[in-house]
């Protein structure tokens, strides 16, 4: 029943009936998998990609690299879930590498980012040091291409 969560996270507003033909599976089946899913915690939300740029709305987005201390007894975890339960934090995942985790934060000005991270993510007790990223443009996210510029770049011939 993989192949649900598939269509589902390629694109949430596909109806059960809609899943059921594209899978062969019954309407009835799809839908209880679809809450056996949900109740289980595998679905655990759905979401709209925007792309902000188009509506003119002022949206700056960073990328932290942030370097810890894990605690003892409960690693990153802890640390990790100080930190994702600010409003400000989009996305928090553990990393290899580097440093030890990504978190993804947005803001209505660079300032606004700038502020959350000297005032509310650094002075953390266990953060060591934290490298921000801007997102100058996103071409991709989610899988979906914000806009796709295929265009033809031959030469027109006149006879």
């Not at 690299?65 to 996305?91: L, S």
């Not at 700038?114 to 071409?139: C, G, I, N, Q, R």
């Amino acid at each position: 029943m993989e192949d649900i969560l598939e269509i589902l996270e390629k694109n949430s507003k596909y109806t059960p009936e809609q899943i059921a033909v594209m899978t062969g599976k019954s309407v009835e089946d799809v839908r209880e998998a679809i809450r056996k899913y949900e109740e289980d915690k595998i679905i655990v939300g759905y979401t709209t990609l925007v792309n902000w740029e188009k509506t003119g709305r002022e949206n700056v987005v960073a990328m932290i690299e942030v370097k810890v201390t894990p605690q003892r007894g409960e690693g990153f975890d802890k640390v990790a879930e100080r930190i994702y339960k600010f409003p400000e934090v989009k996305a928090c995942y553990l990393m290899s590498g580097s440093f030890d985790l990504t978190v993804i934060i947005e803001g209505k000005t660079i300032k606004e980012v700038a502020s959350f991270v000297s005032e509310k993510l650094a002075p953390l007790e266990s953060v060591l040091s934290t490298a921000t990223h801007f997102v100058l443009k996103k071409y991709k996210d989610k899988g979906t291409i914000f806009e796709d510029k295929t265009r033809d770049d031959r030469e027109a011939i006149v006879i």
